[in-house]
C-alpha cells in the first residue's frame, strides 16, 4: 500500500468568472469521489494524458511520505480506465480533470517487483519477446518507431518497488528503466515517485519535457480537500460511532479544520489520527497499564490532544488508552520490520519476544485496541494447484493464510527510525525466524521465513553468513533471495554464494519447481569444483532429475559423443568424444564418461553406439538454443528438463542415460536417475 488518504469526500469546488464588469453564476463541481480534491494536479494529469499543447511529455509526481500519491494517481487512473468511468459521476466533475475516453495508459505497477520484472511488464504490454533484459529497450525503441501513436505509460508506488526492503530497488527502477523510458521521445510517462529519487529523475530531462509536482509545496497541498477527507471520515454515514464530534455538524467541522491544520497537509498523519479517534474514542485502561489524567482527546481547541505527525497520532493514542507509547512502538515493531504483504499473525508475538528480549504475550493478547488502529489484516486465500494432464495424484492445497501489517510504509519507517538500535532489533528478528525453521529443514519452513529471512539478514548485515545452507538457495524464492544476494559487494560473498548468484537468473527465468531448483543448482556446484555442496544437495529429500558426473570449462566445444573404447580385457572403457575447433582444424579429445579425467586415447578408436543400441535406447532427448527434453521412450513420460543459462552449443545422450551438454561455459555429464523401463 503506498500514500494513503481518507477514502472519501464532501464539498465541491466552485468557479467564478466575470467578463466585462459582469459576474456569471458560480459554477460548481464536485471532487473526485476518490481523491476528494487535487483538482490543479488533476487538471494537469488530464492535460498530459489528452497531450494538450504546451503539455509536458514526462510528469514526476513526489512528495512526502503520506502525502497522498498513490490514491491521487489511482484516482486519476480511475477517470482513464473504461469500467471506472462508467462508475464515477463525470458530468458533475470539473471537465478540465476528465480526459476523454482515450485508449488507458500501460500501467507497470511494480509493487513488490525488480525493476527488471517491471520492465518485463512493459514489454508484454506492446507485445514484446525479448528474451533478456538487455534486449527489451533496443526492441521496445523499434516498436515504438513502427507505432503510429506514441505510448502513454504510468508507473505508480515506485516506493513500494521490490521483494527486499532493504535493496534498495526504487532506485534502480528509477535508474534502469524510469530514465530510459523517459528519454525516448515517443514515450509519454507518469510516475509516482518518492521525493529522494524525484529530482534526479526530472532532472535527466530538458525542462521543457518535463514537470515534477510536489504535493507538499503550496501550489498543489490543497489543504481544504484534506478537511473534507478528515470531515467525511468522522460522518457516521461513513462509520464513525455516533459522538458528540461526529453527529453535530460544527463540532466536525471544527475538528477536521483542526486536524489538518496540525498535521500541517499530511496526509498519513490526518489518516491515522482519524482512526485512531474512532477506535476507541472513550480513554480505557488495560491490565497492566496505569491510568493517565486525560483530557478531551477531540477537542480542537486543544493543540496538545491532535498530532503532528504520524508518530505523534502513536503516542497520544497509547496516552489516551492509559497505556506507555514505548510499549505500542514494541509491540509494533515486528510489524514495522515485517517484509512483503505482511506477517504471519502467527510470528508475530515471538518475534516482539525477541526484539524486547521479554515475554510480549499479555501485552499483545490485551493490546487489541492499542495496536487497532494501526494494523490491518491480510487474507490469503488457499490456491488449489491444478494437476497436470494425466497426473491422477490430487495436488497439496496451501493451506489459507492471515498476514498482519502495518497501514503505511511511512508508519514502518516513523517506528523503525525511533528504535535505539534499528540493526540489533532486526539482527534478534532474524535470528528468531532461523530457530523457527524445523530442524533447519526449509521444506518444512513457514514461506514468510523461508522466503524472507534473507531479506531480515541483509538489513542485519549477516546475509553472507546465511549463504552456506544448500537447502535455503533450493527452498527459498528465487527471485527474492537474488534480490538480496545482488545486494551484498561481491566480495563478501563466499563460493557457494557466488555460485548461487550465476545461477539465479536462470532460476527465476525458468521459474522451476524446488526439485529442478535443486538439480541446476546441484550442477552449477559441481561446475564450480564444490562437491560436497552438490552433494548435499541429494540428501534433501527431493528427486532430482539427474547427478553431475564432471563438468569442464571447455569453451568451444561443437561435438559432444558417447562411445566406448574398446579394450583388451573385454568390456569397453564409455569415453565422450570433444570436438573443438582450431585455428586450421579441429581437435578431438577423449574423457571418461563415468567421472572426471581424460584418456590418453586416439579418439579414432572410439565405437560409438550401434543404430541398435540407439534404437533400443530407453530415453529420447530433443534440444533447442537453451533447452533440453528428456523422455522415456516407452511410456513418452518427460524425465527430465534442462533449461541452460548460456547457449546450448551440443549435446548428447548415451545409451545408459548420461546426457552430455557443451555450453560457452564448458562441457557437462549428468547421469539421468529417473528409474528406466527394466528398472521397473
Same mark, same amino acid.
Given at each position: 500500500?503506498?500514500?494513503?488518504?481518507?477514502?472519501?469526500?464532501?464539498?465541491?469546488?466552485?468557479?467564478?468568472?466575470?467578463?466585462?464588469?459582469?459576474?456569471?453564476?458560480?459554477?460548481?463541481?464536485?471532487?473526485?469521489?476518490?481523491?476528494?480534491?487535487?483538482?490543479?494536479?488533476?487538471?494537469?494529469?488530464?492535460?498530459?494524458?489528452?497531450?494538450?499543447?504546451?503539455?509536458?511529455?514526462?510528469?514526476?509526481?513526489?512528495?512526502?511520505?503520506?502525502?497522498?500519491?498513490?490514491?491521487?494517481?489511482?484516482?486519476?487512473?480511475?477517470?482513464? !480506465? =473504461?469500467?471506472?468511468?462508467? @462508475?464515477?459521476?463525470?458530468?458533475? *466533475?470539473? $471537465?478540465?480533470?476528465?480526459? #476523454? /475516453? &482515450? +485508449?488507458?495508459?500501460?500501467?507497470?505497477?511494480?509493487?513488490?517487483?525488480?525493476?527488471?520484472?517491471?520492465?518485463?511488464?512493459?514489454?508484454?504490454?506492446?507485445?514484446?519477446?525479448?528474451?533478456?533484459?538487455?534486449?527489451?529497450f533496443p526492441e521496445l525503441a523499434a516498436e515504438l518507431a513502427a507505432r503510429k501513436?506514441?505510448?502513454?505509460?504510468?508507473?505508480?508506488?515506485?516506493?513500494?518497488?521490490?521483494?527486499?526492503?532493504?535493496?534498495?530497488?526504487?532506485?534502480?527502477?528509477?535508474?534502469?528503466?524510469?530514465?530510459?523510458?523517459?528519454?525516448?521521445?515517443?514515450?509519454?510517462?507518469?510516475?509516482?515517485?518518492?521525493?529522494?529519487?524525484?529530482?534526479?529523475?526530472?532532472?535527466?530531462?530538458?525542462?521543457?519535457?518535463?514537470?515534477?509536482?510536489?504535493?507538499?509545496?503550496?501550489?498543489?497541498? !490543497? =489543504?481544504?480537500?484534506?478537511? @473534507?477527507?478528515?470531515?467525511?471520515? *468522522?460522518? $457516521?454515514?461513513?462509520?464513525? #460511532? /455516533? &459522538? +458528540?464530534?461526529?453527529?453535530?455538524?460544527?463540532?466536525?467541522?471544527?475538528?477536521?479544520?483542526?486536524?489538518?491544520?496540525?498535521?500541517?497537509?499530511?496526509?498519513?498523519?490526518?489518516?491515522?489520527?482519524?482512526?485512531?479517534?474512532?477506535?476507541?474514542?472513550?480513554?480505557?485502561?488495560?491490565?497492566?497499564?496505569?491510568?493517565?489524567?486525560?483530557?478531551?482527546?477531540?477537542?480542537?481547541?486543544?493543540?496538545?490532544?491532535?498530532?503532528?505527525?504520524?508518530?505523534?497520532?502513536?503516542?497520544?493514542?497509547?496516552?489516551?488508552?492509559?497505556?506507555?507509547?514505548?510499549?505500542?512502538?514494541?509491540?509494533?515493531?515486528?510489524?514495522?520490520?515485517?517484509?512483503?504483504?505482511?506477517?504471519?499473525?502467527?510470528?508475530?508475538?515471538?518475534?516482539?519476544?525477541?526484539?524486547?528480549?521479554?515475554?510480549?504475550?499479555q501485552v499483545i493478547a490485551e493490546g487489541t485496541l492499542l495496536a487497532a488502529p494501526?494494523?490491518?489484516?491480510?487474507?490469503?486465500?488457499?490456491?488449489?494447484?491444478?494437476?497436470?494432464?494425466?497426473?491422477?495424484?490430487?495436488?497439496?492445497?496451501?493451506?489459507?493464510?492471515?498476514?498482519?501489517?502495518?497501514?503505511?510504509?511511512?508508519?514502518?519507517?516513523?517506528?523503525?527510525?525511533?528504535?535505539?538500535?534499528?540493526?540489533?532489533?532486526?539482527?534478534?528478528?532474524?535470528?528468531?525466524?532461523?530457530?523457527?525453521?524445523?530442524?533447519?529443514?526449509?521444506?518444512?519452513?513457514?514461506?514468510?521465513?523461508?522466503?524472507?529471512?534473507?531479506?531480515?539478514?541483509?538489513?542485519?548485515?549477516?546475509?553472507?553468513?546465511?549463504?552456506?545452507?544448500?537447502?535455503?538457495?533450493?527452498?527459498?524464492?528465487?527471485?527474492?533471495?537474488?534480490?538480496?544476494?545482488?545486494?551484498?559487494?561481491?566480495?563478501?560473498?563466499?563460493?557457494?554464494?557466488?555460485?548461487?548468484?550465476?545461477?539465479?537468473?536462470?532460476?527465476?527465468?525458468?521459474?522451476?519447481?524446488?526439485?529442478?531448483?535443486?538439480?541446476?543448482?546441484?550442477?552449477?556446484?559441481?561446475?564450480?569444483g564444490l562437491l560436497p555442496y552438490a552433494e548435499a544437495l541429494h540428501g534433501l529429500?527431493?528427486?532430482?532429475?539427474?547427478?553431475?558426473?564432471?563438468?569442464?570449462?571447455?569453451?568451444?566445444?561443437?561435438?559432444?559423443?558417447?562411445?566406448?573404447?574398446?579394450?583388451?580385457?573385454?568390456?569397453?572403457?564409455?569415453?565422450?568424444?570433444?570436438?573443438?575447433?582450431?585455428?586450421?582444424?579441429?581437435?578431438?579429445?577423449?574423457?571418461?564418461?563415468?567421472?572426471?579425467?581424460?584418456?590418453?586415447?586416439?579418439?579414432?578408436?572410439?565405437?560409438?553406439?550401434?543404430?541398435?543400441?540407439?534404437?533400443?535406447?530407453?530415453?529420447?532427448?530433443?534440444?533447442?538454443?537453451?533447452?533440453?527434453?528428456?523422455?522415456?521412450?516407452?511410456?513418452?513420460?518427460?524425465?527430465?528438463?534442462?533449461?541452460?543459462?548460456?547457449?546450448?552449443?551440443?549435446?548428447?545422450?548415451?545409451?545408459?542415460?548420461?546426457?552430455?551438454?557443451?555450453?560457452?561455459?564448458?562441457?557437462?555429464?549428468?547421469?539421468?536417475?529417473?528409474?528406466?523401463?527394466?528398472?521397473?
Amino acid at each position: 500500500m503506498g500514500d494513503e488518504e481518507v477514502m472519501g469526500a464532501s464539498g465541491e469546488e466552485e468557479v467564478t468568472s466575470a467578463s466585462a464588469g459582469t459576474a456569471r453564476p458560480a459554477i460548481t463541481y464536485a471532487p473526485h469521489p476518490y481523491v476528494g480534491g487535487r483538482t490543479p494536479v488533476l487538471r494537469a494529469l488530464a492535460a498530459w494524458h489528452m497531450r494538450w499543447p504546451g503539455a509536458p511529455r514526462v510528469i514526476v509526481v513526489t512528495g512526502a511520505p503520506g502525502s497522498g500519491r498513490s490514491r491521487l494517481v489511482a484516482g486519476f487512473l480511475m477517470l482513464c !480506465d =473504461p469500467d471506472f468511468r462508467k @462508475r464515477l459521476p463525470l458530468d458533475d *466533475l470539473d $471537465p478540465a480533470t476528465v480526459p #476523454p /475516453d &482515450l +485508449p488507458p495508459p500501460a500501467v507497470p505497477n511494480p509493487r513488490g517487483l525488480t525493476a527488471a520484472q517491471t520492465l518485463r511488464l512493459l514489454a508484454d504490454h506492446v507485445g514484446l519477446a525479448a528474451g533478456e533484459t538487455t534486449d527489451i529497450f533496443p526492441e521496445l525503441a523499434a516498436e515504438l518507431a513502427a507505432r503510429k501513436e506514441p505510448l502513454t505509460v504510468v508507473v505508480p508506488d515506485v516506493d513500494l518497488a521490490g521483494p527486499v526492503r532493504a535493496a534498495d530497488e526504487p532506485a534502480r527502477l528509477v535508474r534502469e528503466v524510469l530514465m530510459p523510458l523517459a528519454a525516448t521521445p515517443t514515450v509519454h510517462l507518469l510516475a509516482d515517485v518518492p521525493r529522494e529519487l524525484a529530482a534526479e529523475l526530472a532532472g535527466s530531462l530538458p525542462r521543457r519535457q518535463v514537470q515534477l509536482i510536489d504535493l507538499d509545496d503550496p501550489e498543489w497541498a !490543497d =489543504p481544504e480537500g484534506l478537511v @473534507r477527507h478528515a470531515e467525511t471520515a *468522522l460522518t $457516521p454515514e461513513a462509520g464513525a #460511532p /455516533d &459522538l +458528540p464530534f461526529t453527529t453535530d455538524p460544527v463540532a466536525r467541522r471544527a475538528l477536521a479544520e483542526a486536524l489538518a491544520r496540525r498535521a500541517n497537509g499530511s496526509r498519513l498523519t490526518v489518516h491515522l489520527a482519524v482512526r485512531a479517534l474512532l477506535a476507541h474514542p472513550e480513554p480505557t485502561h488495560p491490565e497492566g497499564f496505569a491510568p493517565a489524567d486525560l483530557t478531551d482527546p477531540a477537542d480542537p481547541a486543544d493543540p496538545s490532544q491532535l498530532p503532528a505527525t504520524a508518530g505523534e497520532v502513536l503516542d497520544l493514542h497509547a496516552r489516551r488508552l492509559g497505556a506507555d507509547p514505548r510499549t505500542l512502538r514494541q509491540m509494533l515493531a515486528p510489524l514495522a520490520f515485517a517484509e512483503g504483504d505482511g506477517l504471519p499473525v502467527q510470528l508475530w508475538r515471538p518475534l516482539a519476544d525477541a526484539v524486547t528480549g521479554r515475554d510480549m504475550s499479555q501485552v499483545i493478547a490485551e493490546g487489541t485496541l492499542l495496536a487497532a488502529p494501526f494494523v490491518e489484516r491480510v487474507e490469503i486465500p488457499a490456491i488449489p494447484a491444478i494437476p497436470a494432464e494425466g497426473d491422477a495424484d490430487v495436488p497439496t492445497v496451501p493451506p489459507a493464510r492471515t498476514l498482519i501489517r502495518l497501514t503505511h510504509p511511512a508508519l514502518a519507517a516513523e517506528i523503525r527510525s525511533g528504535m535505539p538500535d534499528p540493526r540489533d532489533a532486526q539482527t534478534r528478528i532474524a535470528m528468531a525466524l532461523l530457530e523457527a525453521v524445523p530442524q533447519q529443514d526449509w521444506s518444512r519452513a513457514d514461506p514468510y521465513v523461508r522466503d524472507r529471512l534473507a531479506a531480515h539478514t541483509l538489513d542485519a548485515g549477516l546475509l553472507p553468513q546465511l549463504l552456506t545452507d544448500p537447502g535455503l538457495f533450493t527452498h527459498a524464492d528465487p527471485v527474492t533471495l537474488r534480490t538480496a544476494v545482488e545486494a551484498v559487494p561481491l566480495d563478501q560473498l563466499g563460493a557457494p554464494a557466488r555460485t548461487y548468484l550465476r545461477t539465479a537468473p536462470l532460476l527465476t527465468r525458468s521459474q522451476a519447481p524446488a526439485a529442478l531448483r535443486a538439480a541446476l543448482l546441484e550442477s552449477a556446484f559441481v561446475e564450480d569444483g564444490l562437491l560436497p555442496y552438490a552433494e548435499a544437495l541429494h540428501g534433501l529429500g527431493l528427486n532430482l532429475p539427474w547427478r553431475t558426473l564432471w563438468s569442464l570449462p571447455l569453451p568451444g566445444v561443437v561435438s559432444v559423443t558417447a562411445g566406448v573404447l574398446p579394450s583388451p580385457e573385454g568390456a569397453g572403457r564409455p569415453v565422450a568424444t570433444l570436438v573443438v575447433p582450431a585455428e586450421a582444424s579441429t581437435t578431438a579429445l577423449v574423457h571418461d564418461l563415468l567421472r572426471p579425467g581424460y584418456v590418453d586415447a586416439d579418439p579414432a578408436q572410439v565405437l560409438p553406439p550401434s543404430e541398435d543400441a540407439r534404437a533400443t535406447a530407453p530415453y529420447g532427448f530433443a534440444r533447442d538454443a537453451d533447452h533440453i527434453t528428456v523422455w522415456a521412450r516407452e511410456s513418452g513420460t518427460v524425465v527430465a528438463e534442462l533449461p541452460s543459462g548460456t547457449p546450448l552449443r551440443a549435446a548428447g545422450l548415451s545409451p545408459e542415460g548420461i546426457l552430455l551438454t557443451a555450453t560457452e561455459r564448458g562441457v557437462t555429464a549428468r547421469q539421468l536417475l529417473a528409474p528406466t523401463p527394466t528398472q521397473g
